[in-house]
């Protein structure tokens, strides 16, 4: 996904034959004096509305020295909402084990600067994953969080890249060492629907 802050607009746009936006940070509105978001800001997503085919590629055990990846299918479709400072994606993953569906959530808080992105697989409805918060720059969107895997703090990381009018590129990887070293774990190239 190519969140873009004003600084890493122009490269994704012009990628998806669009007008760059203006290059504007958000700033304080002289009246109200609540932050105002930029106008490029509320574009970050627009390369990611629609549907696309998605091939995942996974590790077997995360953090585990794991060298065994399984590979398979899936679709996402995507759209705005929150006047653009939001959007929700709904997606099928075609695991070996079964299929199941799963919600990206994510929107952007004018006081940090910041996107805030969650996860809820269907199969656990009850439980909405640990945010992961950041932006885009120079064309790569970067989210952080913390999290605990098999009861071990741990970072994660959410990167989006290689994105095109047509394509994009994200992984996840995790850090067991406070950012120090990471282990890509899940990759997913996107292909727009036709």
Partial sequence: MTAIFATG????WTACGRPAPPSEEPTRSDESGEPRIAASVRHDWDFLVGRWTVRHRRLKARLARSTEWEEFN???ALWLTLGGDGTVDD???ELPSGTYRAVGIR???PKTNQWSIWWLDARYPA???TPVRGGFKD???TFLGDDTLNGRPIKVRFRWSQITATSAHWDQAFSPDGGAT???NWEMDFTRAR
């Fill in 9 to 12: 607009a122009a490269t994704a």
């Fill in 74 to 76: 899936g679709t996402s």
């Fill in 91 to 93: 997606n099928v993953l």
């Fill in 107 to 109: 929107a952007f808080d």
């Fill in 127 to 129: 439980t909405l994953d």
């Fill in 139 to 141: 064309g790569v969107g």
């Fill in 182 to 184: 990471w282990e890509i």
